[in-house]
């Protein structure tokens, strides 16, 4: 499972597993009639972007204007940053140099930041689309369905191209609200997209989805959706069961560096040398641990350190002897590829290549 060539702790990716990911996601997408616009932030590799391309996403979706710039750099033609951006001077000159090589679309939640970004970019706000971030449940950014003419006015007034709505049904990421949330996020869409039209802006673009709603099927308002976690699987989405273990493309390999039997009050434990600082420490109040191993699913990370990992061992197997190298899947991915200047591609238990992280730490 873990190449003898590979020195711990180290990001693994099976290529096998991330290109049948990414082809059924794509797969899906167009059976249903929808754009597939994937979140690159998840991975920020450009040889998964690429693939994804390949396989027919229409574009991508990024949350920094660093990021859009690394895969633009890279040929990247069509580029989304789903973020409510407020723009100053140096954020409108980078953003004028994207739309010189690619289509590219900003998100805006408010009259005053549309405002801004129009004075920002002067007689070039034309060139950048906006769309209006809308809250379908998750209650982090974005406006009411009923307040988004207003922001669009604003944007329209600043010289903006308003192209027409986006939301993140973030509230899916909970234990029994991947469909409750879905069918949030498709009345959001709806009536927003309705109020701009009845205004009349002419919406093109319809913007949702995230990775635990993404292949729930069913009607949608949406035109397009903008999942990332699905190319990878994290031990978030297995325990929330939109992935199996089967389906998990990113492990990170990790060595037992101590083990104690339950002696003394202590409980049967092992620890391996993946901390927070390879795995991330995302945990939310859910989850029941840290991070889940494939080959022993009843284990559980109960505690990290910086380059410790606290893995109880369940009593029907047997304790790992120190030396012994587990594949530990991490809570959310998205952390640990943000936290490695570059991940080992393997393929049947080979090492294939080296991938560089080429958008990590790229966050404004």
Not at 106 to 129: K, N, Y
Not at 321 to 336: A, D, E, F, M, S
């Amino acid at each position: 499972m873990i190449p003898a060539d590979i020195r711990t702790p180290a990001v693994m990716i099976d290529v096998d597993i991330l290109d049948r990911n990414i082809q059924r996601m794509a797969a899906s997408m167009q059976d249903r009639g929808l754009g597939l616009r994937p979140h690159v932030k998840t991975h920020k590799t450009l040889e998964i972007a690429r693939r994804q391309l390949a396989a027919g996403a229409v574009g991508i979706t990024v949350a920094t204007i660093g990021e859009a710039e690394v895969f633009a750099a890279d040929g990247v033609k069509d580029i989304f940053i789903a973020y409510p951006l407020w723009v100053e001077a140096d954020h409108a000159a980078r953003l004028r140099a994207l739309t010189a090589t690619c289509r590219l679309a900003v998100g805006v939640d408010s009259a005053e930041g549309a405002t801004a970004m129009g004075r920002q970019l002067g007689p070039d706000a034309a060139s950048v689309e906006v769309l209006i971030e809308v809250d379908s449940g998750h209650h982090r950014s974005g406006v009411l369905p009923d307040e988004t003419v207003e922001v669009a006015n604003a944007a329209a007034a600043a010289g903006l191209g308003v192209a027409g709505v986006f939301t993140f049904p973030g509230h899916s990421y909970k234990p029994g609200m991947p469909t409750g949330a879905a069918g949030n996020e498709n009345d959001a869409l709806g009536q927003a997209a309705a109020a701009l039209v009845s205004a009349g802006f002419d919406v093109r673009t319809i913007s949702g989805g995230s990775t635990p709603t993404a292949l729930l099927g069913g009607d949608t308002a949406a035109t397009e959706l903008r999942p990332g976690v699905y190319v990878f699987g994290d031990a978030q989405q297995l325990e929330l069961e939109r992935c199996t273990w089967d389906d998990v493309a990113l492990t990170v390999a990790a060595t037992v560096v101590s083990r104690h039997e339950a002696r003394g009050g202590n409980v049967r434990r092992v620890v391996v040398d993946a901390g927070s600082k390879i795995l991330g420490s995302d945990r939310p109040d859910w989850a029941t641990g840290y991070a889940r191993l494939p080959e022993y699913p009843e284990a559980r990370v109960t505690a990290l350190s910086e380059h410790h990992a606290t893995v109880v061992w369940p009593e029907s197997s047997e304790l790992p002897p120190l030396g012994t190298r587990l594949r530990v899947i991490p809570n959310h991915v998205c952390l640990t590829m943000n936290l490695v200047d570059e991940v080992t591609v393997v393929r049947n238990g080979v090492v294939v290549e080296q991938w560089a992280v080429a958008a990590r730490g790229r966050n404004n």
